[in-house]
């Protein structure tokens, strides 16, 4: 699996957008890029998930470049509940078993 | 989303006994199961996937001997801490996937004395 890069930490204001940044050069053209977000003590949790055009849903957007060697996870609004690690994957589900693996993620700190 | 529910939530137990912990997708049916292994502020790591009806596929580095996998059914996963020591201590996750996504159980804290 083609690895991300993400900062460890990110920090907003209540109420703000964020966004989430990954790096993914060595993304193939199978690749989709998920974002999971995992809340302390608990296990990760779906939030989108994209492969060339973006995508929103109830709880982000999803901003893939157009060489796909980078992406954004916005969250629109900020609350205290999304203060959590946010996980950028790559899963080729051609290949590999659809085995996915865990990068270091970001933690994001929200302020009231 | 789909639901994966996995028991039990905590557990402590004595040095050289055996645990086991399990995953059931309660609206779908999994015939792939991930198990992953969390050290406290670290990521997840992949210790397996267990196939349903067949044998489970081990990542480099995890003991097939010490961490059984079974997955007899479609809707249960099973993973056994066997003979634990302190250093097994962690949080326990198991996945599936529905279509291109995946689920994830609450997580099973063994903390092993």
């Known amino acids: 699996d083609a690895k991300t890069t993400q900062p460890n930490s990110m920090e907003s204001n209540e109420e703000e957008p964020v966004h989430l940044p990954c790096n993914h050069s060595?993304?193939?053209?199978?690749?989709?890029i998920h974002w999971y977000r995992q809340l302390p003590s608990q296990g990760p949790e779906y939030v989108i998930h994209?492969?060339?055009s973006n995508v929103n849903n109830r709880m982000a957007s999803l901003a893939i470049a157009e060489d796909r060697k980078s992406s954004t996870l916005i969250l629109h609004r900020a609350t205290l509940r999304d203060a959590a690690v946010y996980y950028c994957?790559?899963?080729?589900?051609?290949?590999?078993?659809?085995?996915?693996?865990f990068g270091a993620g970001t933690r994001l700190f929200v302020k009231a | 989303g789909a639901v994966v529910s996995q028991h039990p939530s905590r557990v402590i137990c004595k040095s050289g006994t055996s645990v086991k912990i399990e995953c059931r997708s309660l609206?779908?049916?999994?015939?792939?199961m991930f198990w992953y292994r969390q050290f406290p502020k670290q990521s997840l790591m992949l210790m397996a996937t267990?196939?349903?009806?067949?044998?489970?596929?081990?990542e480099q580095g995890v003991e097939k001997d010490k961490f059984l996998i079974n997955h007899a059914s479609l809707t249960l996963s099973t993973l056994t801490v066997t003979s634990a020591h302190p250093e097994d201590s962690s949080f326990y996750i198991c996945?599936?996937?529905?279509?291109?996504?995946?689920?994830f159980g609450s997580g099973t804290q063994l903390s092993v004395l």
């Open positions: 994957i790559l899963r080729d589900v051609y290949t590999g078993g659809f085995k996915t693996i």
């Open positions: 060595t993304i193939s053209g199978t690749d989709y």
């Open positions: 994209g492969l060339t």
């Open positions: 609206d779908f049916q999994a015939t792939t």
């Open positions: 267990s196939n349903e009806g067949s044998k489970a596929t081990y």
């Open positions: 996945g599936g996937q529905v279509n291109e996504k995946l689920f």
